[in-house]
């Protein structure tokens, strides 16, 4: 049995992970919203909650977001267990950024689910130094096959 002080416990975790951490319910409500994704998306909490994840999905990318959801909450089951996934990602001023994250579902007692929990980090400067690495190294090849 969990007892009050280990709840305090995760809730700080949570509330205070570098990381950001955020749960939207069933229709993509966005109903839980950390310091770290505050800081990641340049949203306060109150901007946040009660919106949309289309908040930080780059339009090009909803469409087939909301189908692979709609899909998940229906079936209560993803193929991406636990695999990183990366994505572009959606800034509150309208930039955008490459993220990476881990996904949660999280269901009722029944089994039924809830919505997902996402762990997500800004990967931006390491992509770009790969893609940069990844161009430096396609010329070298280029030059060594001349």
Not at 19 to 29: H, K, P, Q, T, V
Not at 73 to 89: I, Q, R, W
Request: hydrophobic share 40%.
């Amino acid at each position: 049995m969990k007892t009050e002080k280990m709840a305090s416990l995760e809730n700080q975790i949570i509330a205070q992970a570098p990381d950001a951490i955020l749960f939207s319910d069933r229709e993509g409500i966005i109903r839980l919203w950390n310091r770290g994704a505050e800081t990641l998306f340049g949203l306060a909490a109150e901007q946040a909650l009660g919106q949309s994840l289309d908040l930080i999905i780059p339009e090009r990318l909803r469409a087939v977001h909301w189908q692979g959801y709609h899909k998940v909450m229906a079936s209560g089951e993803t193929h991406y267990g636990n695999k990183m996934l990366a994505v572009p990602a959606l800034r509150g001023d309208g930039s955008q950024f490459s993220s990476e994250f881990s996904i949660v579902m999280l269901k009722d007692e029944n089994g039924e689910v809830l919505g997902m929990a996402a762990i997500m980090r800004d990967v931006t400067a390491r992509w770009e130094k790969e893609k940069t690495l990844k161009n430096r190294l396609a010329t070298l090849e280029k030059e060594r096959t001349r």
